[in-house]
């Protein structure tokens, strides 16, 4: 099995560098343009399955992967980005400047982050846990996959079988950076990650 982990494409919070979770904003015409090109580039290619979050800007970047295939987008809100509750929308550096400590805590010490109200890594691990067992059970050959920055992470984290601590080991994959995941059996392991954002980890 091959399974190909897609972060969407940019988006207009992306751009100006805001805080997104489970908020959402469009896609930029340049994060459309590249997802129709990465489309394009796909289309030789025999899908057996896409999925996609049920987030707008995860499904708005999986529908340029239908074109052409007689395929139903399958959507799981297990692929969803970590809720960030209050800080969604805002500035990244607006949150530096108002919670420092909360977001030291959510980089440094991912496994003892919590907000009121809001999911935690742990969270995040159970339901990316549930889709991979989801997986796992597929006789599918070719798997495409559309999620998030910190989604992606974590199905790779998993894979890699990291502890939650060192979640942040590695930053986040570009917008509509490739991760190639292959199954042996029912053993999964990581054959390319995608190409990392450079300078930046949220």
Same mark, same amino acid.
């Given at each position: 099995?091959?399974?190909? %982990?897609? @972060? ?6 992306? @751009?100006?560098? *805001? ?37 707008? @800007?995860?499904l708005e970047t999986a529908k340029y992967f239908l074109r052409g295939r007689d395929l139903e987008l399958k959507v799981r809100p297990?692929?969803?980005? %970590? ?7 805002? %500035? ?19 496994? *003892?982050?919590? !907000? ?8 995040? !691990? ?9 997986? @796992? ?36 994959? *570009? ?28």
């Amino acid at each position: 099995m091959d399974i190909y %982990l897609i @972060r969407h494409g940019q988006t207009t919070w992306n @751009r100006e560098e *805001r805080l997104q979770g489970w908020k959402d904003s469009p896609l930029t015409d340049q994060g459309k343009k590249e997802a129709q090109a990465l489309a394009r580039d796909f289309s030789s290619l025999p899908l057996d399955q896409i999925f996609s979050s049920d987030l707008g @800007r995860a499904l708005e970047t999986a529908k340029y992967f239908l074109r052409g295939r007689d395929l139903e987008l399958k959507v799981r809100p297990e692929l969803r980005e %970590l809720a960030l509750g209050p800080w969604e929308g805002k %500035l990244f550096e607006e949150v530096k400047r108002e919670a420092p400590q909360a977001l030291a805590t959510y980089f440094n010490h991912p496994d *003892r982050h919590h !907000m009121e109200g809001v999911e935690d890594y742990h969270d995040l !691990m159970d339901r990316i846990g549930s889709f991979m067992e989801e997986v @796992r059970q597929l006789e599918a050959q070719r798997i495409l996959v559309v999620a998030h920055g910190v989604s992606v992470a974590a199905i790779c984290n998993l894979i890699e079988n990291k502890p939650l601590k060192a979640f942040w080991d590695r930053p986040l994959s *570009r917008g509509l950076g490739i991760t190639h995941i292959q199954r042996r059996g029912k053993d999964f392991f990581i054959k390319k990650h995608a190409q990392a954002i450079e300078g930046q980890s949220y």
